[in-house]
C-alpha cells in the first residue's frame, strides 16, 4: 500500500479559463493547475494518510472555496476549506 492518499479536487462548471487548488500540502504555492474536462476542472493531489489539509481554489485570479466542501475559519478570520484523510488501512 502507498504512504500517500490520493485526493481529487475538482472545480465544477467551465465558466473559468484558469483553475488552481492551493493549500498546506504545498505550502499555498498556487502549484496545482486543475485540468480542464468537458463538465469540470479536475487534479490530484497526494498527501499523508490521516493528515488534515487546509485549501483554497484560485479561479481567474480569485481565490474562492467551494461550497460543497467543509469549510472552517482560521485563526485569522479566513474561510478555508478543509480535508483530513482516512487512516492508512491495514
Known sequence: M???HEVN???PGMD???VIVT?????????I?????PSSFQGKVRIPWGEKIVYKFIVDG???THSDHPIEADSS???NNVYTA???PE
Open 23 to 31: 493549500g498546506t500540502f504545498d505550502q499555498w504555492s498556487s502549484s
Open 77 to 79: 478570520g479566513n474561510r
Open 33 to 37: 493547475h486543475l485540468t480542464k474536462d
Open 86 to 88: 482516512p487512516q492508512k
Open 62 to 64: 480569485n481565490w474562492v
Open 16 to 18: 473559468a479559463t484558469d
Open 2 to 4: 502507498d504512504d500517500l
Open 9 to 11: 479536487f475538482e472545480w
